[in-house]
């Protein structure tokens, strides 16, 4: 019973419904896993194993009035970002200002969770406010990559993804503006899902008619994901955006792709999107990958959509999203934010009406020009990041191939110009570098396709074969904290 932790998301529940196993057991495998683990990657620094044995008590003394729905998760536990409140625990949001700060009511997303029988286990590490690609934050440190304890898991569920990789817990909640479910899923080997804007309630907040910052599922395969959304799903009065569950369960649609062997039609790939550099061997993995989709019968071409907008509508809008976040905080308490989010808050509060008209104009024409490639395409594919997982030293990628990126957004390019378009997005396993790093493969399906993208992904990882690799034991010895202080920022 001690290596339950090694079990599948899916395989767990199964185990719990039957009561082969209680939720209490559960609990205690992952809290273990977590302790002999967490010294190199601090990937879970906040835990909350009372609250989470408290909790499985209670299900266990109520079992017969447990949840039976779709993504019944009877007693799972789960790892919450740390950006995502969670009543009675310490959430820091990575920063200073709010470092002795325990919320009194968890997010709609973790209420749902927790009502449908997921265990929080603790909070996920993140960068300040979860801006940036790399996990580290002055309040609880930098987490660490399981595959080489030298890098980063990326961000800014970079925590999330590790504690998956490491098998810490079977699932964990993360978030994504810029590419913070996919980037870290990429890093770190398992699976990132960036869903269409209110398929997971969240909040309450003064943000919530933002569609661009989502939060999803993670976890360390694609019908485990899946799975995951269906517990997350549903729409909830306390978030506009949020729309009903799924008339067919996400795993359902999975299950059937599986088991008829379906398969998509017809695949665009794109390196780079015309947008950003990319490292070859990181291209030719995915190159390599996507390949393997045509002994199923799926034809393979390039992809031709014209994104060359993204990357300056993209910044615009997370600087508009920015200056209203922190105003105040940049006003009151500017010495105690990292230049990264000084830099991008006061380009938010200096943009100009044309600005923002022209940002809004830009993303508008890439979402009909996207939706004309999916009129005869099932998916947009492309790589997750433009290079593997760099050292736990950086604080973000500076240059590659001759290009010198102007700030800390410009490297994660890839992921932002797609989130323009809120279709449907994730990152699963395609690969590894002759050093051993995983690469991720970014699958983008057509507006409002969440189901059909999952059932191609899982086709694809099955294809792929690698997601039976995890969970491993943290390989080599821990890195050093990026430095205090960073580069000045361009436009």
């Known amino acids: 019973m001690s290596e339950l932790w090694k079990l599948t998301a899916l395989e767990a529940s199964d ?21 002999a683990t967490e010294d190199g990657l601090n990937a879970i620094p906040t835990r909350c194993y009372d609250r ?4 499985a008590r209670r299900l266990m003394d109520d079992s017969n009035h447990a949840y039976e729905g779709p993504g019944a998760l009877h007693g799972l536990p789960i790892a919450v970002k740390e950006l995502e409140d969670v009543a009675g625990v310490r959430t820091t949001y990575g920063a200073p200002l709010w470092k002795d700060h325990v919320p009194e009511r968890s997010d709609i997303m973790v209420e749902r969770l927790e009502e449908r029988g997921g265990i929080v286990m603790g909070k996920s590490n993140v960068p300040e406010y979860g801006a940036g690609g790399v996990s580290f934050n002055e309040v609880l440190g930098s987490s660490a990559n399981p595959w080489d304890q030298q890098r980063t898991p990326g961000g800014s569920s970079g925590g999330s993804a590790a504690a998956l990789a490491a098998g810490q817990v079977p699932l964990a909640t993360g978030s994504d503006l810029g590419g913070s479910l996919r980037i870290p899923a990429s890093f770190c ?6 869903p269409s804007p209110g398929i ?13 910052p989502v939060v999803g599922p993670m976890a360390r395969n694609v019908p485990d994901t899946a799975f995951m959304l269906d517990a997350m799903a549903g729409t909830h009065m306390e978030d506009p955006l949020s729309r009903p569950e799924p008339v067919v369960p996400y795993l359902d649609h999975v299950l059937t792709a599986l088991e008829d062997g379906a398969h998509p039609r017809r695949i665009g790939y794109s390196p780079d999107l015309g947008v950003t550099p990319v490292d070859a061997e990181v291209d030719a993995i995915c ?31 997370r600087a508009l999203g920015f200056a209203g976040g922190h105003e105040d905080e940049l006003r009151d308490h500017r010495d105690k934010l990292k230049p990264e989010n000084i830099w991008n808050t006061q380009k938010g509060l200096d943009l100009t009406r044309e600005e923002i008209t022209r940002a809004n104009q830009i993303r508008g024409a890439l979402f009909h020009r996207v939706a004309a490639f999916f ?8 790589p997750s990041t433009i290079v593997p997982a760099i050292p736990m030293n950086q604080r973000y ?23 323009l378009t809120v279709c449907p997005a994730i990152s699963i396993n395609c690969g590894f570098t002759k050093s051993g790093l995983p690469v991720g493969l970014q699958l983008v399906g057509a507006p409002h396709g969440d189901g059909q993208l999952l059932a191609w992904a899982a086709v694809a990882e099955r294809l792929f074969g690698l997601a039976d690799q995890l969970p491993i034991d943290p390989r080599g010895e821990r890195g050093e904290h990026p430095g205090p202080e960073a580069e000045p920022h361009g436009d």
Not at 287 to 311: M, N, T, V, Y
Request: proline content about 3%.
């Open 15 to 35: 185990l719990l419904k039957k009561k082969e196993i209680s939720p209490l057991e559960m609990v205690d495998s992952c809290a273990e896993r977590i302790d």
């Open 189 to 194: 080997g398992i699976v990132g899902y960036r």
């Open 397 to 419: 990628l500076k240059e590659l191939n001759g290009h010198k990126f102007g700030n800390y957004v410009d490297w994660i390019i890839l992921t932002s110009v797609v989130t």
């Open 287 to 317: 190159r390599a990958a996507i390949a393997k989709l045509e002994s199923l019968g799926s034809e393979i071409g390039d992809a031709q959509i014209d994104f060359s907008g993204g990357p300056e509508a993209f910044h615009t809008l």
């Open 375 to 382: 009129k005869d395409h099932d998916v947009l594919a492309l």
């Open 52 to 55: 989470a044995r408290d909790h």
């Open 200 to 212: 997971v309630a969240k909040g309450p907040d003064a943000g919530c008619f933002a569609d661009m």
